[in-house]
């Protein structure tokens, strides 16, 4: 089999993959109890995704009986994401979601999946798969180790690495796991605005700004102030992250900003269309407008006053609910006078 994984190993490079390994198709049981552990002690909050079914999460031959490899592949999403600049009137966006990182990623392990095929094997790809555990099979995959930040690390990337894998029936030599940790670095856990890096390795979800910023409703008043301008993800744990910092540097292309008050007045198709690679609950453009009108209320910039006063009484409650807060925290004459007349009454604890 050494022939086929060399070309596998240039397919992927080709591909635009930044590198392949393979793992074992067995089960990851230490996973599957920790995904469990997190549902029951609530860090797991509202997440979906892979804590669906955990069981078929950690099982790869629960979804393919006939799996006996798994093609492990990666691709960063750095330099071309490039780094946000900073603007009163602007949203950031995380690197991650400022293009669609994962379709690269997935032509690339296509392109793997295809070789296999052509070879006799049944290849399937799994690709931000709910299927399958995509970290944990790039660890076991020799690609890199659990970082203290829940990432997995990388020489060379760092944290700045998308996963996914091709299952197969082919029998290839797996790669041997990375010997490696962060040893005693911590800068990941006080990077975290809100202490959502409860511990080494430990993520409480209900704190996270990266998952309030795509679960649907209300976002906490608590939560409103920390969420400053970003508009979808966050990227200060992995920005803190020293094997990451070389890659970072040459991220300098100013992307993964928006101008806020053309957001708010832009219409739902025209918001999905440039967004739609977000994950948003139903599909809804409101999810977008709600984390918008946090960062204009966090904005200080008054010249937002009107488009975040159009949605103070919008038919949407939380939209309404957002904007009220948003307009309490810009102040002035314009925003005092749409609440005294049109907002509803302002939360507490602006």
Partial sequence: MEGLRHRLDQIARAAGLDLLGIAGADPFPIVYDELKNRQTNGRASGLGFTYVDPEIATTP??????????????RSYLPGAGSPTTADDQGRVARVAVDDAYEPLRQGLGAVAATLRDEGYRAEVLCDDSRLVDRAAAVRAGLGWWGKNTMVLTPGFGPWLLFGSVVTDAHLDPDRPMGRDCGSCEACLPACPTGALVAPGILDARRCLAAWAQAPGSIPVEYRVAMGDRLYGCDD???ACPPGHRLLKRSSQPRGTVDLGWLLWASDSTLLERFGHWFLPDRKASIIRRNALIAAGNSGDRSLVPSTAAYAKHPDPMLAEH???ALARLGGLAANAVL????????SGK
Avoid: K, M, N, Y
């Fill in 237 to 239: 744990c992995i920005e």
């Fill in 61 to 74: 031959r629960a979804s393919f009986p006939w799996a006996r490899s798994l093609v492990v592949g990666a």
């Fill in 323 to 325: 904007a009220v807060w």
């Fill in 340 to 347: 005294q007349t049109g907002g509803r009454d302002s939360p």
